[in-house]
């Protein structure tokens, strides 16, 4: 099960929690539910989650040297060097995993 698999069935255990009536602690009972567990995802549930805006990234000097750099400076800080060199899904892959 996939992350946004188990947000899912979790979104739907908790909604049904609410409509159940039934005390948290006999609700996880009746439905085999480890309590931590219950409270870890109606925490997690209850978060909102941070919002992912793209940016533009913006060329500044145009580089003729196949062996130089691209540096990034991301929102959150994070600089970034790259070569040149690297394929474009390459680049995608960096910049999807430092955000």
């Not at 099960?1 to 049904?16: S, T």
Request: charge should be negative.
């Amino acid at each position: 099960m996939n992350q946004q698999d188990k947000r899912e069935y979790w979104a739907g255990m908790l909604a049904l929690y609410r409509q159940s009536e039934l005390s948290i602690k006999q609700f996880c009972l009746d439905h085999d539910i480890q309590y931590k567990t219950f409270y870890y995802w109606s925490k997690k549930l209850n978060q909102t989650e941070p919002v992912t805006q793209l940016q533009p990234i913006v060329v500044t000097e145009p580089c003729t040297d196949a062996n130089g750099v691209a540096v990034l400076v991301l929102n959150n800080g994070i600089r970034v060097e790259l070569p040149l060199a690297l394929p474009a899904l390459q680049i995608k892959h960096w910049l999807e995993a430092l955000q």
